[in-house]
């Protein structure tokens, strides 16, 4: 089951930095947060995953609260192509390549 | 390198019937699972192999079955088919079991009619 929370869809400017805020208060001590994004028709695409440290990649940035009950992910510079909708999912790590999908954020991009 | 492939990319079937999916992992990936997408459940998780070996599996009747290969590559088969096993059918591969990204397939759609 998921065990996040998510707004349900939000716009930004093409250009400026999206901010998707992701809930996980029952988050345990093992478990890490990954984000994936679904651009539509399309398979998941891998984004970035974190355990307590903030995480910065080629796509975006992770910052997890020091109580990790809450992430953000971080697109600096959010282009029409960044339409899509967002999953942010916790998992416990040595548990195998299962991933629990929640309903996601659907961010639009606009012009 | 190759991405994850999925055959075929569409496919219409009739209720009752039986169908197989494919899915190719990335080379030298052992962990391949599948995943069931429907606009009323969302992304939803079936199983998935590790070795040939199913380790974990949904909450999906005993009509969703899969089985991996010693190359790692993985069928799925759905029997009996149902109106509501529309949906589309996605592969993913991941390099090893733990804090590793999983790669996704384009998917199969699957219709039932």
């Known amino acids: 089951d998921a065990k996040t929370t998510q707004p349900t869809s939000m716009d930004c400017a093409e250009g400026r930095a999206a901010n998707l805020p992701c809930n996980h208060s029952?988050?345990?001590?093992?478990?890490?947060v990954y984000w994936y994004r679904q651009i539509h028709s399309q398979g998941p695409q891998y984004i970035i995953h974190g355990l307590k440290n903030n995480e910065t990649n080629e796509m975006a940035s992770l910052i997890i609260t020091e109580d990790r009950k809450s992430s953000t992910l971080i697109l600096p510079h959010a282009t029409l192509r960044d339409t899509a909708v967002y999953y942010c999912i916790v998992r416990v790590a040595n548990t195998g390549n299962q991933f629990y999908f929640g309903t996601g954020t659907s961010l639009t991009v606009i012009p | 390198k190759a991405g994850v492939t999925q055959t075929p990319r569409y496919l219409i079937k009739t209720r009752g019937q039986q169908v197989t999916l494919s899915c190719s992992p990335i080379s030298g990936h052992r962990s391949v699972s599948w995943y069931q997408q429907t606009p009323g459940q969302g992304l939803q998780f079936l199983f998935e192999y590790f070795s040939e070996t199913q380790r974990n599996k949904g909450n999906f009747p005993g009509r969703f079955s899969g089985r991996q290969f010693s190359n790692s590559r993985s069928e799925m088969n759905v029997s009996t088919l149902e109106l509501g096993d529309s949906a589309l059918y996605l592969c993913a591969s991941s390099l090893l079991d733990w804090e590793t990204e999983a790669f996704f397939g384009q998917g199969t759609r699957l219709t039932v009619v």
């Open positions: 029952t988050i345990s001590g093992n478990e890490y």
